[in-house]
Every structure is written in structure tokens, then in C-alpha cells.
């Protein structure tokens, strides 16, 4: 028998999809979308602009109530969204946003707890509006990891970000992800971002998902190195276009 929502195969699937449509008037943006995501397993989305991205990333947190059909036959309870703009409560303290709706005294421990691991000790008690941008989408990691999420879904969570600080963010996902194993799925623009992030990078297109790229590095996720440039090069021809601003290197051209 099919699994319904919230009831997944333990210790395998974090996500089970089947079939999931969504139609915005008569344009169908998903079109039977297939895709599982294993337990722990970190999924990046990539796709042209207005591709369905964010439609999919919202149908999957519940916050789309008129997805047709049954397609999401699986999806834990326990998730945590993080967005471009942390969305933090300016009038609550950074501690009080991280721990907002924890119950008991174990949650100020926890959240502490969560700040410093995302760089933030000594700051539990500065308003969201004496943060950086990127201090601020620390709280927000600190405020969905805190929950002990069995899936996280992040919409371009680096995207405000200057280019320094989002290579911060990377190194500090990859060990929050490494320690707590959520399964992941990361909407992005960034073709780089992907490959340095996932085990898998998908390209939707047209209401489907035209590639399922499995990410596999011997060692370290060196930008200069040639696998690097192999799937960097298969993903930019998959998406049609080079991402504007990033010029594709010499060796990839005459590879394409
Ligand atoms: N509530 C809505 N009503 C009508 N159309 C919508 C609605 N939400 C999204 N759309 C349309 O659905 C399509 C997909 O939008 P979506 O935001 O999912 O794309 P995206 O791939 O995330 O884009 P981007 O990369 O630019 O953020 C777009 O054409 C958009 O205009």
C-alpha cells in the first residue's frame, strides 16, 4: 500500500513524491514531478527563472493548499523552512526567535546551544536589527536546526548574500548538515553553490525534472578542479544558458 503523508519507509525515504501537479489558472507549472529524497541525503534545485521552483520547495512545506492529486505521498512532519530573508521578529530578542515556541527552560539551552554553533555565542540577547545579513541567516539556521528537522527546505537562503559571506555559509551548512543529517533541498540560482553542497542536483524544466545529477567527490569540492568544471559544464548546458555574470571557462566552451 502507497504511504500517506507523514507515514515514510523508517530509515530509508525522507521524501516521496509521485506524480505532483500544480497548475496556476490554465498554466500547468509541475507536471507529474517525481522524486525521492533519502534520509540525510542533501538535494539541490536548480532551474530557469520561473521554472517552479519556489511552487515546488512551498507544495513540499505545506504551505500550498490547493496541490492537486496525491502526489506528495511522503513528507516528515518535522521540517524547517529557511528563506532568502531570514524573517526574523524584529520586537524579539535573537534567542527569543531561535527558541520561539520551544517549550520549557531546556529551550534556552538549546538555543544557545544553536547559536553557537552557527558562530553566534555572546549575541543571544542583540535585537535582529543589530545583525548583519549574514548574522541574521545564522539565526535563521540556528532557529529551523534547533527543531531537529528530519527534512530542511531552503529557498535561495544565500542569495542577499555577498559572494564572501555565502562561501562562509556553505562551509557552515556542510557541518551543521554533517552533525545533525537532515535531509536537505536547496533552491538555487547557483550552479556552484549546487555542486559544493549536494549529493544531487536536480534542473527543473517545464513542469518535470530533466536531470538528476549525482555529485561524487573523491576528496575536497575544489572549484578548480576538472570534475568540478565536468559537472559544472553538464548542468550550465542542462539549464540552457550560462548564469549571467559567470563566465563559462575556456576548457568547458570547447567542451560544449
Ligand atoms: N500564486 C501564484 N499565482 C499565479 N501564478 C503564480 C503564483 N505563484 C507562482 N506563479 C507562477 O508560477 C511560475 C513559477 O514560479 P516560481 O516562483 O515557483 O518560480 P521559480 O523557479 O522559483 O522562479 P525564480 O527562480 O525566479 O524565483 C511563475 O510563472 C510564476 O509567475
Not at 7 to 17: D, E, F, T
Not at 96 to 115: E, H, I, S
Not at 220 to 241: C, E, K, N, T
Request: charged share 25%; aromatic share 4%; with cysteine.
Amino acid at each position: 500500500m502507497a504511504p500517506h503523508p507523514g507515514q515514510l519507509k523508517p530509515g530509508i525515504q525522507a521524501v516521496h513524491i509521485r506524480g505532483l501537479v500544480r497548475r496556476f489558472g490554465t498554466k500547468t507549472i509541475l507536471d507529474g514531478v517525481e522524486l525521492d529524497i533519502a534520509e540525510g541525503e542533501f538535494v539541490a534545485l536548480l532551474g530557469k527563472s520561473g521554472s517552479g521552483k519556489s511552487t515546488f520547495l512551498r507544495a513540499l512545506a505545506g504551505l500550498d493548499r490547493e496541490v492537486e492529486g496525491t502526489g506528495i505521498l511522503g513528507v516528515p512532519e518535522n521540517l524547517s523552512v529557511v528563506f532568502q530573508d531570514a524573517r526574523l521578529l524584529p520586537w524579539r530578542s535573537v534567542i527569543q526567535n531561535v527558541t520561539l515556541g520551544l517549550p520549557g527552560t531546556p529551550a534556552q539551552d538549546r538555543g544557545k546551544r544553536a547559536l553557537a554553533e552557527v558562530g553566534l555565542k555572546g549575541r543571544e540577547d542583540a535585537w535582529p536589527n543589530q545583525l548583519s545579513g549574514g548574522e541574521q541567516q545564522r539565526v535563521a539556521l540556528a532557529r529551523s536546526l534547533v527543531r531537529e528537522p528530519a527534512l530542511l527546505l531552503a529557498d535561495e537562503p544565500f542569495g542577499a548574500l555577498d559572494a564572501l559571506t555565502r562561501l562562509k555559509m556553505h562551509d557552515l551548512l556542510r557541518e551543521l548538515c554533517a552533525r545533525h543529517r537532515p535531509a536537505v533541498l536547496l533552491v538555487t540560482h547557483d550552479v556552484d553553490e549546487a555542486i559544493s553542497l549536494a549529493d544531487r542536483v536536480l534542473v527543473l524544466e517545464e513542469g518535470r525534472f530533466i536531470e538528476d545529477l549525482r555529485i561524487d567527490f573523491p576528496t575536497r569540492r575544489d572549484h578548480g578542479d576538472a570534475r568540478f568544471a565536468q559537472y559544472r559544464a553538464r548542468l550550465l548546458s542542462r539549464l540552457g544558458v550560462d548564469v549571467p555574470g559567470r563566465k563559462v571557462p575556456k576548457v568547458l566552451e570547447a567542451s560544449q
